[in-house]
């Protein structure tokens, strides 16, 4: 019987199985985690403590680096949140249409390098604007890149990529328009959080005007 045993392949789920059910099977034979040894790409053959250190030193770096990029992201945000807060503020300020967009372009260009930045009302609409309007505008927003026609009806110029959003109904047919000369800035489904926020901003003010 038992020469049957040993002549019969050990299926390694079973192994598996077994080890994930007694954790503490390597307490009772710690001989084994220096008997075992595994195939390593870079050093060879080791043992599996040296391999189960190398896995949790590689664990520690790769939180490590989520912790960094996490950090990095926190300070993007609060960048982005003091700065948006003091434009509000300037454009809160501005007494005509005129001094807002300035204002605007002024303050996104700057913090943000941006080559346009557009606020174009009923008065500036046409149909080929219109068109770009009803085909890349939807849910009040559109990121991405446009054709060279659509590029240069908007802004004059070819660009990288763009943010457009359509301002309240109560303001008529206002589109608000930002440019990069970096085709991968804006994106589709990136963050809306600051477009927005400017976005009921300008509806305010422009119902002020």
């Known amino acids: 019987m038992l020469a049957n045993f040993r002549n019969q392949v050990l299926d390694e789920n079973l192994v598996r199985e ?11 034979h710690p001989e084994l985690l220096i008997a075992l040894k595994l195939n390593h790409h870079q050093r060879g053959v080791v043992s599996l403590v040296e391999r189960r250190q190398e896995m949790l030193r590689s664990k520690v770096t790769q939180l490590e680096e989520e912790i960094t990029a996490l950090m990095n992201v926190a300070k993007q945000n609060e960048r982005i ?4 807060n003091e434009l509000s503020f300037q454009l809160l ?3 005509e249409l005129s001094e807002l967009r300035q204002t605007l372009f002024e303050g996104l260009k700057a913090e943000f390098g941006f080559t346009h930045v557009r606020l174009i009302t009923v008065h500036d609409i046409d149909s080929e604007l219109a068109n770009i309007w009803r085909h890349r505008i939807h849910n009040n927003y559109y990121f991405g890149r446009l054709t060279q026609s659509e590029s240069k009806r908007l802004f004059g110029s070819e660009v990288g990529s763009v943010a457009l959003t359509r301002l309240s109904a109560e303001n008529g047919q206002v589109i608000f328009a930002i440019a990069s000369a970096d085709a991968a800035h804006f994106y589709p489904n990136m963050d809306s959080l600051l477009f927005s926020q400017l976005r009921r901003l300008l509806s305010h003010l422009l119902a002020t005007f």
């Open 18 to 28: 077994y080890l994930l059910d007694n954790p503490e099977f390597f307490n009772r």
């Open 93 to 95: 300020a501005c007494k």
């Open 81 to 84: 949140f003091l700065f948006n």
